[in-house]
């Protein structure tokens, strides 16, 4: 994380966009994700089995998802900003081996009463949109 991001409710507008962060989807990617948070399903690691689900490919799981929008709200917001939620996660085609998963966000309201600020979240690769989602952040005033 940029640790000189030091977003305030006042420097930010509706439609403002997140700097989207682009991950290449790799099986390694997939194992140690999968290890890392003990999901160990093997649609996750084992194209095999996936791809005998109707996956394309092993893909990714629910917590690699949420962490990567953690992620680009956190790099997003700085330091002193806080996460209330991440909600309403949508996974609509699959973030397979092989794809680049492109994470972006957009300011769509702000409410300077109470320093809070939705956001829509989605995921895109070459296959267009796998997965949307909303979030809530507090920001500080300046």
Do not use: C
Request: overall charge negative.
């Amino acid at each position: 994380m940029d640790m000189d991001v030091h977003r305030s409710i006042d420097s930010i507008t509706v439609g403002d966009e997140l700097e989207p962060i682009s991950i290449p989807v790799t099986l390694q990617r997939l194992v140690m994700e999968a290890g890392a948070n003990r999901d160990f399903s093997l649609i996750h690691h084992d194209r095999d089995v996936a791809r005998a689900t109707g996956a394309p490919d092993a893909y990714m799981n629910t917590f690699f998802i949420a962490g990567m929008f953690e992620r680009l709200l956190r790099e997003w917001m700085g330091p002193n900003g806080r996460i209330r939620k991440i909600t309403n996660l949508r996974m609509q085609v699959f973030n397979s081996v092989g794809d680049t998963a492109v994470f972006k966000g957009r300011v769509e309201s702000i409410d300077e009463a109470t320093n809070s600020v939705s956001i829509s979240l989605s995921s895109e690769t070459e296959n267009g949109v796998t997965v949307t989602a909303e979030a809530t952040v507090i920001l500080p005033g300046s």
